[in-house]
């Protein structure tokens, strides 16, 4: 009995490589769609979309560099991010990227104590926000192009968590991600390729292989 009581915690400490699993599904189930929506609408609907995005990932790269966005400098980067994004859609994209680089430099000088965590994120955050935009366009290749690295970013994610679940083996980064292994890694680019691969022969036949370079790429 005493030794059964003693294991029992052991036990219930085991852990569970899929307990996350229903909350991914369900915020699958939410964001998917959102996303397909905003790229097939383009315009100013997908502008609204990456830029309220940028803005939201500014906040959250802030809170993990430690910043506060109620204190100078890092109230400047979701003011920027917001900036940058609005000269994407509706400037000239020279202005955005001159913004841009305007406000890593500005965040440089303002760091404290040698923090330049700000100044890279907004460079990181801003860079993605931009490329975004300008890639989705208002074409019907734009579309395509969009849609097609998203398949092949979900796909990567995806298959990066399935087989790093089930698979294990060694850390991949283990003092940046502590979750990551290199049986995910190798998981995501084969789920990558072969996703990749698969949509470019439906969306443009004929590019199966070169999609499929790109997609090892991106993965």
Not at 8 to 37: N, T
Not at 97 to 114: K, P, S, T, W
Request: charged fraction near 10%.
């Amino acid at each position: 009995m005493t030794e059964a009581t003693a294991t029992q915690p052991e036990a219930s400490a085991a852990p569970r490589p899929w307990r996350d699993l229903a909350l991914r599904g369900a915020s699958a189930a939410v964001l998917i769609p959102i996303a397909v929506f905003g790229i097939w609408c383009g315009g100013v609907v997908w502008d609204v979309l990456i830029g309220a995005v940028m803005v939201l990932l500014s906040w959250e790269w802030l809170r993990l560099s430690g910043a506060s966005v109620y204190r100078w400098p890092g109230i400047l980067l979701p003011i920027i991010t917001l900036g940058v994004m609005l000269l994407a859609a509706f400037g000239p994209p020279i202005g955005a990227l001159g913004l841009l680089v305007a406000g890593c430099a500005v965040l440089l000088v303002l760091q404290r104590h040698g923090d330049i965590w700000p100044a890279a994120g907004l460079f990181y955050i801003g860079l993605c926000g931009f490329s975004l935009i300008l890639l989705r366009g208002t074409d019907w290749a734009g579309l395509l192009n969009t849609l097609f690295m998203v398949l092949v970013v979900w796909a990567s994610d995806t298959g990066a968590y399935l087989a790093g679940r089930a698979l294990g083996g060694p850390k991949l980064a283990p003092a940046i991600s502590p979750g990551k292994t290199w049986s995910g890694a190798a998981g995501g680019l084969l789920a990558a390729i072969l996703v990749g691969a698969a949509a470019a022969s439906l969306l443009a036949p004929g590019g199966a292989s070169r999609a499929a370079a790109i997609a090892a790429m991106l993965g």
